[in-house]
Each structure stands twice: as structure tokens, then as C-alpha cells.
């Protein structure tokens, strides 16, 4: 994509909202702090009666249906590479929610390889900000074809930073950490900074610290189907978690609760989130430590 990737997702949103192509789902949310970190719980609003049917058409969908086959072009935002496309999330609870789709069917249980991170690091690059994957369906992966995904970063919502503070800065490229106060397996692992890097370079920098977190926590990372895991990356780090399942107390987790990130269907669900407690939950969808 040789044109600057903002103003064109933003041309792509506005005439998308307009046409009726995007369906934008509202929230409230809510803030719950838990071990000092702070985890934003969004909810669907029960002022916006058209955004719970919006959600209830999404969850309905047929598995067998392939949105990005082709990917609807009134959503799409244009290529990144030869075998990757930009296309927007029909259904955002989050603004300029993008995904980062393969142009051709690929299993979203196959490995990420070095395109894909090559995709992904054209977006960051320019535009900062998170990037997830859910490895499976266990991980929260909601489609079958393989796809990443990216928001920007807000100061009030899902971030990596949150749960990289304190690590050490000073580690070079491709070294590997934990958070020791962290109750579920995960590794960490450093990058060099993403905003105004060649895209190719950090897409290789990028696969070989997720090969490298693979290989600290025994992940197979080579191997067709992997293990359902969660990725994120963002503010010179990328984080590998392991996953067991998808739900806790009918609650489903992606990849952006590990930052902080937690949507439920109904405001009632907010309680047992503030009962289990935010990093408990998590905790039961990964792996304990």
C-alpha cells in the first residue's frame, strides 16, 4: 500500500458507515483495576437497542461462511503486500479496528510466518498502536481464515503497555522475559521499534521473536495445527500466551484481554468479572504458572 494507511482507512470507515456497510457496535464500559493493572470492561448499551441485534447477527454467523472470501469491498482498505489485505472489522466495538486478512483461504490454527508479520509491520510502522491474534478457537479466533489484527492504542482501553511495565528496557531485540507477578504463562519478547522501520526487516524481526517466545514456552511453532494461543505487540514488545479455553463463567476471551481489554454481551456479566476478579479470569483461560 503505497499511500499513507490513516487517511485511507479513514476514507474507507466514513464511506462505509455511510452505505450501511459498517455496523458499528456501541458500548459503556467500565473501569476495574486488579493488581495494580487497569482493565477496561466494555458492555453493549441497553440505550441502543440496533447494536444488540448487530452483535446477535455476528455471533449467529454460519461457521462454515467465509467473510474474506472475498472480503466485502465496501470494507476493504486496500493491499499490504501481495498476499495480505487491510480490511475493516464489519462489526467494531473499537474505532478504525482493522484486519489484516490473507487474500487467499489459510487456517487460522497454521503458523504465523515472516508475510504475516511483514503485513502486520506495515501498519505499525506507520501507525504504532496494538496488533493481536487469536490462535484458534480456543484463543477467541471467531473465523476460520487466518487473519491478524489491529486498533489503535487509547489511554483509556486495551494496551500492551499495562502489562509491560517494568520490564527491562535495556534488553536488545529478540531477547526473551517474564513478568514474574503475571499468575498465567506467557513470554515476552523485545523488538526493535516498529514506528518508521522497513516493514520487511521488522516482519523478520517480528517472526523471530515470536519463534523465540514459541520455543521459551514449548510452544510448536512450526507445526500445523499449533497449540491455541494468543499474540500480542505493541511498544517495542511482543507476547506470546498459551490458552487452555475459550470461556470463563460464559465470558469469551481474545487476544485483548491479556491487555486489558474485556467485552461482555450483558452488564450483568460485569459482576462476575468483578467477583472472578479480571486477572483470575485470565489466569482460567491460559495456563497457570
Partial sequence: ????????????????????????????????????????IRWVSSLERKDSDRLSAALRRDPDFDPFLPPDPDLTVGPLGDKHLAVLNKFPVIARHLLIVTRDFVSQTLPLDVADFTALAQVMSELGGLGFYNGGTEAGASQRH???????????????????????????????????????????????????????DLGIAFHTAFVRACDALGL??????????????????????????????????????????????????????????????????????
Avoid at 4 to 30: K, M, Y
Avoid at 148 to 155: C, D, N, S, T, Y
Wanted: proline letters at 10%; a neutral charge.
Fill in 1 to 40: 500500500m503505497t499511500a499513507l494507511l490513516l487517511p485511507r482507512i479513514d476514507q474507507t470507515h466514513d464511506a462505509a458507515n455511510a452505505s450501511g456497510a459498517l455496523q458499528p457496535i456501541r458500548t459503556e464500559r467500565e473501569i476495574m483495576q486488579d493488581g495494580g493493572i487497569d482493565f477496561t
Fill in 146 to 200: 487466518k487473519h491478524l489484527q489491529w486498533i489503535p492504542e487509547a489511554a483509556r482501553g486495551a494496551k500492551l503497555s499495562a502489562f509491560t511495565h517494568g520490564l527491562p528496557e535495556e534488553l536488545p531485540p529478540g531477547s526473551t522475559t517474564v513478568r514474574d507477578d503475571l499468575p498465567w504463562r506467557h513470554c515476552f519478547a523485545r523488538l526493535p521499534t516498529a514506528v518508521g522501520s522497513n516493514a520487511e
Fill in 220 to 289: 510448536p511453532s512450526a507445526r500445523d495445527p499449533m497449540p491455541p494461543y494468543n499474540l500480542l505487540t505493541g511498544n517495542g514488545w511482543l507476547v506470546v500466551i498459551p490458552r487452555s479455553r475459550e470461556h470463563c463463567e460464559k465470558i469469551s476471551v481474545n487476544a485483548l484481554g491479556f491487555a486489558g481489554g474485556l467485552f461482555v454481551p450483558r452488564p450483568e456479566l460485569i459482576d462476575t468479572i468483578r467477583t472472578i476478579g479480571p486477572l483470575k479470569l485470565l489466569t482460567s483461560v491460559g495456563l497457570a504458572r
